[in-house]
């Protein structure tokens, strides 16, 4: 199978990451175990368009394990582990990606993926949906559905639901409670945070965090700065978020006053311009930005160097901004995903859930494609709750279950049947 990876030698590297989450993915485990059984992708071919690190390589083979021929490539172009590519190669999983890919580089890499002429696909961000859409309709009447990953992408397909130019179901995976719940939430308020200290070495207690969004992302990334001692402000667009982060005990303002007192900044709402020039000189020299939502345009970064009268790397994944007033401002891994671009994603036991999900998806569309429309399809209960029930049995914990009395109960309007 053909690849366009860095270079292979680093393989052993990437083999001992991937060696490293496989135990701790008990779920994926599970339902390796039933893929290999069932082999419910025998003679399809898949592509795995997601953030190239040892969970996703997992998954990549856990897929295989159904029988599928996988190729993976990136969704991101500073979220690539070059090992752990390599090391899917080593293991016959075609991948075409590198670690800080151009944007010709990433585009010729989506190219590259879709020859195989993939039956089923998995995304994250919609990329990979609207490069088929845009650049090869020949494929669009052989790729029978798939999965998307993340808020963004499930935004995005709805919009091109709602402009009629979908062309196969999509499942929402995002929406399934067993992802927002524990991946947006709590993978993502650990890895932030896990991504910020790594990279600046810097204290958080007693420093005030700016977070805008407080979404199920900013909800987690809030939690966790809280548990580290910081003073924390929240930025929102929707009132009723803004009243359930002051009722978690936090302060609410919007950005043009927040911009005077953080010392971290995390942008993490899906949208675009949350931080832009009207904000950046308010800030205090020596203030951090960092940006967690999808895409890289939540810190107006084009602006930041605009107004900067120099600009120089300060640390590694660091941008030291100096502006006309002296104050020093730094972004982190350029206003990219910081979890993913300056560390390693979320927890493995977080992701093990979010990719027993997206297994299990991309079976239900394997197996059901010709009764789908092309529409976008909520997670079925059943996998959702599978999944949670997984998790639990791996973690050696049991739940009560509801007696015929309590269904009778729980299934009666009248106050004689009460
Ligand atoms: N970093 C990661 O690993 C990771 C993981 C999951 C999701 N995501 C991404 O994070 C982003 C947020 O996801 P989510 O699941 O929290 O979405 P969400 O829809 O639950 O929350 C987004 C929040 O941002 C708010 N918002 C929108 N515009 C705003 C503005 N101008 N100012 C302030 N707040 C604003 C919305 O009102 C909403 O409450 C998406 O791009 C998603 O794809 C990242």
């Given at each position: ?179 927002y719940?524990?991946?947006?939430r ?25 977070i805008a969004g407080y979404g199920w992302c900013g909800k987690?990334?809030a ?11 929240i930025c929102e667009i929707n009132p009723i978020k803004a009243n359930e982060a002051l009722m978690d005990g936090f302060?609410v303002m919007p ?14 709402t899906g949208n ?147």
């Amino acid at each position: 199978m053909k690849s366009t990876i860095r270079d292979i030698a680093l393989a052993p590297l990437g083999q001992r990451k991937i060696d490293w989450v496989v135990p701790r993915m008990q779920v994926l485990n599970m339902v390796r175990k039933e893929f290999e059984e069932q082999l419910p992708f025998a003679g399809k071919k898949v592509v795995i368009c997601l953030h190239l690190e040892a969970k996703t390589a997992y998954l990549a083979h856990v897929i295989r394990a159904g029988g599928a021929e996988v190729t993976v490539v990136a969704s991101n172009p500073l979220s690539t582990q070059d090992d752990v590519v390599a090391a899917l190669v080593q293991q016959g999983i075609g991948a075409h990606a590198w670690y800080n890919a151009t944007e010709e580089d990433f585009n010729q890499h989506l190219q590259l993926a879709l020859d195989t002429e993939p039956d089923f696909i998995i995304d994250d961000g919609g990329d990979l949906v609207s490069t088929i859409h845009t650049t090869r309709p020949e494929l669009l009447q052989r790729i029978k559905g798939g999965a998307e990953e993340t808020t963004t992408g499930v935004l995005r397909l709805h919009s091109m639901v709602r402009d009629g130019v979908l062309k196969f179901p999509m499942i929402a995976v995002n929406d399934a409670q067993c992802k927002y719940l524990f991946d947006n939430r709590y993978g993502t308020g650990q890895s932030v945070w896990d991504g910020i200290m790594r990279t600046t070495n810097l204290v958080v207690a007693g420093k005030t965090s700016v977070i805008a969004g407080y979404g199920w992302c900013g909800k987690g990334v809030a939690l966790r700065a809280k548990g580290l001692g910081a003073r924390v402000i929240i930025c929102e667009i929707n009132p009723i978020k803004a009243n359930e982060a002051l009722m978690d005990g936090f302060e609410v303002m919007p950005m043009a006053e927040a911009a005077k007192f953080g010392d971290f900044f995390i942008t993490v709402t899906g949208n675009t311009d949350i931080i832009n020039k009207e904000h950046f000189v308010l800030m205090k020299s020596g203030a951090i930005m960092c940006n967690a939502g999808h895409f890289d345009v939540e810190v107006n970064v084009a602006q930041l160097k605009a107004i900067a009268v120099s600009e120089r790397i300060a640390r590694n994944n660091i941008t030291e901004y100096t502006l006309a007033g002296g104050q020093m401002l730094y972004l982190l891994a350029e206003g990219r995903l910081v979890n993913l671009a300056a560390g390693d994603g979320h927890p493995a036991e977080v992701m093990d859930m979010t990719f027993a999900l997206q297994a299990l998806s991309l079976q239900y569309v394997a197996l059901n494609y010709d009764k789908l429309s092309a529409k976008v399809y909520q997670v079925n209960t059943e996998i959702d709750e599978k999944v949670a029930m997984l998790k639990l049995q791996s973690l050696g914990l049991s739940i009560d279950r509801l007696t015929e009395t309590q269904i009778g109960y729980l299934a009666s309007w009248s106050s004689e049947e009460g």
